[in-house]
């Protein structure tokens, strides 16, 4: 492994100049990620810069936007944080299927986005509850949807220079539950085979949204919106969850890779996705 | 006093939990001029070598050497397979085709980049059933003796490397006699042996011309020292040292000395300090894995289900391994022959070549791969009979003092007992109750043997000092089994003193006497058996001392508790330490122990070496003695997913009489936990070129502690039927007890959901087709019904 | 003297760390890692490195009490923290009480991955003193054992928390020692 400097700023602004001098450079946000992939060579740099020190990407609180959600909280932190509310809680789920405790001590919820793995644990839930990310670009800070942050395997709509500060992430309704599966072969330290999240709103007994979201069955996290508008206004039974299951099996593209065949993986879309969105109909509070 | 059999803590406890205990990597900081050598690997599995061009590279800063297969100035032929250079051709991939040794690793990173490569892909086989034919797309050795003229093959294909066969009885008559008879094939796959150190060496070019090497190899004698000359045959053997520090796991696969002959090549190239840790990748694409089996089975037995006949196809693919005869199905072919009784036998081995990286020993040495079928055949007999799995085992099972396929005799055989055992701690008679959710559950048992190797010869120093301590040299390998500590309370008992009163110093060629290697789990009963007899020869002299202090016969003078306690004088006892005179000018005298000069007991034991075997594979001994294990699970299988999880494991082994239960019990215990890795999720995969593609830790599924069954749902039995030529009865127990959890656990899918595996690992993704096919079967016969 | 790593113009770091209770000082180039630091600078050698791509586990230190691969954390992210090896468990008052259950449980067999299962139970007990069984594998299944099916290190996991080889909660604070180290 080789570059040049390691930075640790205090300031966001001073991070944000540092990425736009030199364009050589990776954020280091964790690190459980960027340092095997700069030393097996995968990725080279001239500066990474290490953004651990930066108080104003910490913190979970609820403001009026909804859970703002600092994007170097530590997975661990976000794990056993208590404060989060209603469906919510799903995020600490999630952030607790990442890998082993070790890797969750030092990884962040930030950069488990930023990787924009397929297989990221985390990621549907953000697309489960419709979070945006809120994006330090030059001197401005912008909201973007996270269903469109991710682009693709290991790509993101950041630019060079970009700072992802916090995720945005809406009040849930009353009658929200959501649910999130991750089928591996070895539980939380393999990476899955499918990830399978999936939120239904109910109101007078029937579904007034829902939303189904996909890891490692495409080349980034997706959502299965024909199977979601399914759902809208049904009645929510098994057979119901059934049929939109294998409509998220038919729709998804998975691929032929170490952990698991194409055909292996939709069967297991489908499975996981009825368990999904069986556990999250559960979830609803007060049914 | 008593010291074996019981549980002595283990002498390197303390050094392991402090983090004192220092291995191969914890080494390298004492050599300030080290130089790193790093190899560069062939991205295909065969391919020809059109340009290779080390100039650039050579030129670049830190940069030693530069070494190919063509400059290197060695014979290839007598590298161990897995370390030889590709010269024009690459027959694996990950085969080295170029090592460098600069001042740093990065600068050898660097230059290994900076080498220039032009390959020609050719054609490659990469399994067993693509090689097994007679127009392979890859000839993998075109110059194998074996096809030579005149030599008759049963399998005239030109990737068959070697054959063996055996017989007894009359096969045709015995499957005339039977009532029923089941047959079957099956196969297994590849699988590393992920042992949690990397392989390591160091080799030090010392300023006398001396080379002392430090490694994780096993046999630091036997193997590593002897190939290192072998190979280097202008190096006197007597300027060759080869230690071994704490090593971090072998099981089999630091038999081979893969990564010694490359470190010592260059430490000659470069007249330096060199040292060559293998990446994990390289752990995974250069270091030898198993070698899988494919067996073709048939089975007879009569009405009472006695087998009646055997008839057995076996293939031990070998992967690359060119020019090797040693291999002819014979080694898994063992594991076929010594626990059932069967009076008609037709065994035809072969062994085979791949494009793959050549194999090796791993725990059982073909065990696990070879039994698979012939257990689940044992299964379908047993159920066509109307017998229980237990039933129709023990009904076949060999009896002490009976013989094997082979003609020999067994002398020591606890199967009976370990299938008793194991069958009882999973509750095999009850059935297990559907609860309707997604799972089903169901139970499976299987046993079976692994011989040892009558090869090999072990010696062990024991020094007695004038102060009373003692001090015991050997030289087996310690790779974390534990046998050291009981080493040191065989010892211990021999000379009726304290564990803590013997210092083990173990693995310096230098220093400590010879010994081959510990493989074919002969450590404690080859090793231990040298200590023995070492201690008797210490204390024969320390006997003969009193008695001419005394004046009275030897036998009348008995050593125990550091003391000699006398018969036929006035003097009842004396410390040992009084047997050792003073080196000063008024009482040395001329004869007897002086202080200073310890009492040196050696002791030789050298297991009675095999007797060829007639055209019919016929000896009254092939092998030494046998270990014995059985197997018995449950599990729960998925309908959905098709993973299986295994809810109780029993691993009951026949050890002989165990000198420390608590180590034979961890034996037990991690023997599962690995066993089951290899029965549902170990497996290398290739790519189109070849390669591994899940050659790390994360993407091969190496088993974790939440693969375990909770503790108290994992039952050990230690089922002793004690070695008559073993240490106190101890025998070799570790490589058995992996080797029946495959076939227990293929058991219990058939038990839970009705189907048959015919290969292991038994991934999800294999198990859900299985059920899949089952379920189309049914669903088409109901609608023919309909 | 470490030799330089080609021809590179690097700057160096400076980084505080309080290792084991002694406060170093320590200049590195910027691209080594906590694992590279503590092995190669400080001799720190009961970290062990089997896989470099935190599979493994054999690398996990104590950072700020909390369990880490230190193959994947960089020098610079241990500036100003408190970090613990297998080393530092051992003190004058003996062996840590999980290292006596190791010892006594037959919990080791080739040792490799012994220091880092040792750190990531402390950790693990010094969160959560009497953990279930459950909430142990949960706990350890980032590091990886190929010898002993983990049912001894579980039992010893057990046994330490029990209370049986000693106080753990005494144990938890380290004293800081006098002086600085500048490497």
Redesign the interface.
């Known amino acids: 492994?080789?570059?040049?400097?390691?930075e640790?700023p205090e300031t966001v602004q001073e991070a944000s100049a540092l990425l736009r001098e030199e364009r050589e450079s990776r954020i280091?946000a964790g690190?459980?990620d960027l340092?095997?992939r700069?030393?097996?060579?995968a990725w080279k740099t001239k500066m990474?810069v290490?953004l651990?020190r930066l108080e104003e990407l910490q913190g979970v609180r609820y403001t009026k936007r909804g859970l703002e959600l600092g994007a170097m909280v530590r997975l661990?932190a976000l794990q056993e944080e208590r404060s989060l509310q209603g469906a919510h809680r799903l995020l600490g789920e999630c952030a607790g299927h990442v890998?082993?405790?070790?890797?969750r001590?030092?990884a962040t919820i930030g950069g488990n986005s930023c990787n924009a793995s397929p297989s990221a644990d985390t990621a549907p839930a953000m697309l489960l509850f419709n979070a945006s990310a809120c994006i330090r670009r030059g001197d401005t800070e912008y909201l973007l949807p996270m269903d469109e942050f991710y682009m693709g395997a290991g790509r993101t709509a950041l630019e060079q220079g970009d700072i992802l500060l916090r995720f945005v992430i809406p009040k849930q309704p009353e009658h929200t539950g959501a649910a999130y599966y991750k089928?591996s072969?070895?539980?939380?330290?393999?990476?899955s085979i499918v990830g399978a999240g999936a939120k239904l709103v109910l109101e007078e007994g029937r579904i007034q949204e829902a939303r189904l979201a996909f890891a490692s069955v495409s080349a980034k996290t997706i959502r299965i919106q024909e199977a979601e508008r399914m759902l809208l206004g049904q009645e929510p039974t098994k057979e119901l969850f059934q049929e939109a299951a294998v409509l998220c099996a038919g729709l998804c593209a998975p691929i032929t890779?170490?952990?698991?065949?194409e055909s292996?993986r939709r069967?297991?879309t489908k499975?996981f996705a009825e368990k999904a969105l069986a556990s999250a109909f559960r979830r609803i509070s007060g049914i | 006093m008593k010291m074996t059999g019981k549980d002595y803590i283990r002498i390197d406890a303390y050094e392991k939990v402090t983090g004192r205990a220092e291995y191969m990597g914890d080494l390298v900081h004492k050599f300030p001029d080290l130089l790193y050598v790093k190899g560069l690997r062939s991205p295909y599995a065969h391919a020809r070598i059109l340009r290779l061009d080390i100039q650039k590279a050579s030129r670049l800063s830190g940069v030693r050497a530069v070494v190919t297969g063509e400059n290197a100035g060695v014979d290839w032929g007598k590298f161990p397979q897995q370390s030889r250079m590709a010269v024009t051709e690459t027959l694996w991939a990950g085969q080295t085709v170029a090592l460098v040794a600069a001042e740093s690793l990065e600068e050898a990173k660097r230059a290994i980049e900076a080498i220039e490569v032009e390959y020609e892909p050719l054609e490659h086989v990469l399994t067993w059933q693509e090689s097994f034919c007679e127009r392979p797309k890859s000839v993998v050795d075109p110059k194998l003796p074996i096809h030579q003229p005149g030599k008759p093959m049963h399998f005239p294909y030109p990737n068959v490397a070697g054959e063996f066969v055996q017989q007894k009885g009359e096969i045709e008559k015995g499957f005339l006699e039977a009532a029923v008879t089941v047959e079957g094939e099956f196969w297994t796959e590849k699988r590393v042996h992920s042992q949690l150190e990397r392989a390591a060496a160091l080799c030090a070019y010392e300023k006398d011309g001396k080379f002392t090497m430090w490694c994780n190899g096993c046999g630091i004698h036997g193997v590593v020292k002897k190939a290192l000359a072998a190979a280097f045959p202008q190096i006197p053997y007597s300027d060759i040292r080869v230690i071994s520090p704490y090593t971090g796991g072998s099981f089999g696969n630091r038999n081979i000395p893969y990564v010694e002959l490359p470190c010592f090549l260059m430490a000659l190239k470069t007249k330096g300090t060199v040292f060559y840790e293998f990446t994990r990748e390289e752990m995974f694409t250069a270091a030898p894995t198993n070698w899988v089996c494919a067996t073709k089975i048939k089975l007879g037995a009569d009405a009472e289900g006695r087998l009646t006949a055997k008839e057995l196809r076996l293939i031990e693919e070998l992967g690359a391994a060119a020019g090797n005869e040693a291999y002819t199905g014979r080694l898994s072919g063992s594991s076929t022959a010594n626990t059932y009784s069967v009076p008609n036998v037709s065994f035809l081995g072969c062994s085979l070549l791949t494009n793959t990286v050549p194999a090796g020993p791993y725990r059982g040495l073909g065990t696990p791969d070879a039994i698979f079928g012939l257990e689940l055949l044992m299964n379908e007999l047993a159920e066509k009979l109307h017998m229980s799995p237990l039933e129709i085992r023990l009904k076949n099972i060999i009896l002490r003092g009976e013989e094997d396929d082979y003609g020999e005799e067994i002398t020591s055989i606890g199967v009976a007992q370990c299938l008793q055992q194991a069958a009882e701690a999973v509750e095999l008679s009850v059935p297990c109750v559907q609860d309707g959710s997604e799972w089903l559950y169901g139970k499976g048992i299987a046993c079976c043997g692994k011989q040892n190797g009558p090869n090999g010869r072990s010696e062990a120093d024991v020094l007695i000092h004038h102060d009373g301590s003692i001090e015991v040299r050997v030289s087996c390998d310690n790779h974390g089994m534990g046998v050291s500590t009981a080493l040191v309370q065989i010892a211990a008992e021999e000379l009726s003193v304290e564990p803590k009163q013997i210092r083990l110093v173990i693995g310096d060629t230098d220093r400590t006497p010879f010994d081959n290697f510990s493989a074919s789990s002969s450590g404690l009963y080859r090793t231990g058996g040298a200590v023995r007899i070492a201690c008797r020869d210490a204390k024969r002299q320390l006997q003969e001392e009193a008695a001419r202090m005394f004046g009275i016969p030897a036998e009348l003078a008995e050593i125990r508790e550091n003391r000699v306690y006398l018969r036929g004088t006035y003097v009842k006892s004396v410390p040992i330490c009084e047997l050792f005179r003073p080196l000063s000018m008024f009482e040395q005298d001329v004869w007897g122990l002086k202080q200073g000069t310890p009492v040196r007991g050696h002791g030789v034991f050298c297991p009675a070496q095999a007797v060829p075997w007639d055209e019919k594979g016929r000896t009254p001994r092939m092998w030494n003695w046998f270990q014995y294990a059985a197997s018995a699970v449950e599990i729960a299988v998925n309908q959905k997913t098709g993973q299986i999880k295994i809810l109780k494991i029993a691993n009951a082994g026949d050890t002989g009489s165990p000198i420390n239960p608590k180590i034979v019990e961890g034996q037990l215990e991690g023997a599962a936990h690995m066993a089951l890795g290899f029965t549902v999720q170990e497996q290398l995969l290739y790519d189109e070129n070849g390669k591994v593609k899940n050659a790390s830790l994360g993407d091969y599924r190496l088993p974790l502690i939440l693969d375990m069954p909770v503790n108290e749902n994992v039952k050990v039995c230690i089922c002793p039927d004690p070695l008559p030529d073993g240490p106190y009865g101890a025998k070799g127990m570790s490589e058995s007890v992996v080797s029946a959890v495959g076939a227990a656990v293929a058991g219990a899918l058939y038990d839970a959901a009705g189907i048959k595996a015919d290969h292991y690992p038994m991934t999800a993704e294999m198990v859900l087709r299985l059920l899949e096919e089952k379920k189309a079967v049914h669903d088409e016969k109901e609608r023919r019904q309909t | 003297m470490k030799r330089k790593e080609g021809k590179h113009n690097t700057e160096k770091i400076r980084i505080h760390m309080t290792v084991n209770g002694r406060c170093f000082e320590i200049r590195t180039e910027p691209y080594r890692t906590l694992l590279e630091v503590l092995r190669k600078d400080l001799l720190l050698t009961g970290v062990k490195c089997g896989c470099e791509d935190t599979n493994c586990g054999a690398c996990t230190v104590l950072l700020n009490g909390n369990a880490v691969k230190s193959c994947s954390v960089l020098a610079g992210q241990a500036d100003g923290c408190r970090v613990t090896t297998i080393e530092g468990l051992e003190t004058e008052r003996g062996l840590h009480p999980l290292q006596k259950a190791f010892m006594e449980h037959f919990a080791v067999q080739c040792g490799f991955c012994t220091p880092a299962m040792i750190l990531t139970a402390k950790s693990l007990l010094d969160k959560n003193p009497h953990p279930s069984e459950e909430q142990i594998r949960e706990g350890l299944h980032g590091n990886l054992c190929r010898c002993t099916g983990y049912v001894k290190i579980v039992e010893a996991i057990l046994a330490a928390a029990s209370g049986a080889y000693g106080e753990l909660s005494e144990r938890n604070e380290e004293e800081e020692q006098e002086g600085r180290h500048v490497f």
């Open positions: 492994m080789y570059f040049e400097r390691y640790r280091l690190g459980t340092v095997p700069l030393k097996s060579g990474v290490d651990s661990a890998s082993s405790i070790q890797v001590n030092m089928y072969i070895r539980g939380d330290s393999d990476i890779d170490q952990r698991a065949s292996y069967k297991m499975v």
